[in-house]
């Protein structure tokens, strides 16, 4: 390459001036953002000579479009060089010394009150060019259009001018020399430094990547491909490439391309494994934003809800509105907009799944169920959609059911959905409150897991059938079936007096620990249960918020007692004779203790050692006026 001496001087426009000192003399830290922006303009070109290719017919001149960046360290110059369209000196000065794009002005007063923010925004503001002053002192480029001979050399040290001459022998194309500062010098020469930044930023530009001849970008964009033209194989590598799993294979994936009212591209994937399951933690993971297939941002988590945090994946999208804040882009419409599509298309892939696919939403309720119905809580709009997905456990089934499904049982009449807490299935099947429904025939939804009741709670309602925990006083018992659970007047009436006495001598001794002692119409065979009062929160959700936080008080319950079970009965019989009643007082503070424990909540263990030791004692004696 030779140069004439016929070189001019130019003054930059008053706004490259300023946007040049703030480049160079900023608290702005992320420097490698330049050479994504460099790589991004010389991508542009390249594609512009495509396009010029394809309309002005001819075959080119058969070289392959590519992009080369090749460091040197005992130079001190990094070069970035594409064999694109190239520029003209009237290119060269309007490109370089103007600003002709209103986001740049822009741009300008965002340096000026937010000087701490991420300069990755640089390139959203089209001045991307003059991000090449933060890593060097001086820049060279070197030029020569496809529509000329004769090349031409730009030059600027960024201090207010910058100067233009002809060269001759230059390639077609262009050449960005970045005469680096020497704090960078070793930083942005060193091979595997620039390999990391451009397989970061700039892996998927169209053209191929190299560094010192290496080919980087070799995996293939592919979200930018017709779905039908892909295979498994491909999706499965683009995903071990995105999340470093290797030789992990993706539960499912959602190809997806919209058009109107604006265009964008995604590919989204459900992982095998939910990490926070694993103890690894909450998941902070977005997916990737890209603007022409150039990465604007690594997890991207504004995208998605945080209900759907588990999911990896891309979206590419020409139309993002890239001239503004940080804050201002995570509320612009359009990221709204693509928020609201995916969104619909993974609740739309996950209703489908239910349906056609039962296992496989099963297996992947199983292992992401716990965060996806989080959204009931935090996302009203989509709680609708989401209420039908989420499943539990019922007696009447294998596996796992819906609210859906759990409504096409119930019998007419039935006003209320039933369900019950418990630390395992094992526990909550041997709840007394479940007694009177499985006599009665009536579905009850089993939940171990306390997030289960939040989610429930939140609803509310589904299908117009309210949601209630048959522990809680508001639950409607359900009808009986039959006329077999009538007792006799006659015995029913010989049992009234000495059952009341009963409950007047619970109260007496164990009044001051629970909220109310009444007789039971849900137990069929337990002496007693607990219930708590309406629109209280169940005992196991209480027991759980009490492990939480040391200042939490489980709310009064209220001590229901069974006239019909054998014990009951044997102290209602005994209850007239004054001389038994301190037992059937300790009787009642022991029944407390068993039903307590029924729960999993201790009772005062040495209070209870005593009773129990006295009880015994009592038994022992023999007193005749309990055995007669």
Sequence with gaps: MTTTQNSEQFTFQAEIKQLLHLLSHSLYQNREIAIRELVSNASDALDKMRFRTLTEGGSGDGMELEISIDPDTEAKVLTIADNGIGMTKNELIENLGTIAHSGS?????????????????????????YSAFMLADRVEVLTRSSQEETGWRWESEGTGQFTIEAAEDLPRGTQIRLHLKSDLVDEFTRVERLKHILRTYSTFVAHPLKLAGEHLNTQPPIWVEPKAQLKDEQYNQFYQFLTHRVGETPRWHLHLASETPFEFKSILFCPESNFEKLGFGKTDHGLHLCAKRILVQNDCDKLLPEWLRFLHGLVDSADLPLNVSREALQDNTVFRKIRKVLIKKVLDELAEMQTEKRDAYLDFYREFGAILREGIATEFDQRDRLSKLVMFHSP?????TSLDEYVSRMPEGQEQIYYICGQNLATIARNPNLE????????????????????????????????????????????????????????????VEGFEKVLELFRESIGDKIAEVRKSDRLTDSPCCLVNKDGRMSTQLQKVLSLQHEDFQMSERIFEVNPDAALIKRLSEISGNPENHEFIRNSG???????????????????MAMRIMNFMQELAEAKSSIIT
């Design 105 to 129: 002005k822009a741009f300008l007063s965002q340096l000026g009150q937010e000087e701490k923010n991420n300069v990755s925004l640089i390139g959203q503001f089209g001045v991307g060019f």
């Design 396 to 400: 009447k089934i294998e596996g796992l």
């Design 436 to 495: 009177i429904f499985r006599k009665r025939e009536t579905e009850v939804l089993y939940l171990t897991d306390p997030v289960d009741e939040i989610v429930l709670s939140n609803l509310g309602k589904f299908a117009e059938k309210q949601i209630v925990s048959i522990d809680s006083a508001d639950a409607k018992l359900p009808a009986r079936s039959d006329s077999s659970e009538t007792q006799p007047e006659e015995e029913v009436s010989k049992n």
């Design 589 to 607: 503070q022991l029944l407390l203790d068993q039903a307590l424990l029924q729960e999993g909540i201790a009772p005062d263990g040495s209070e």
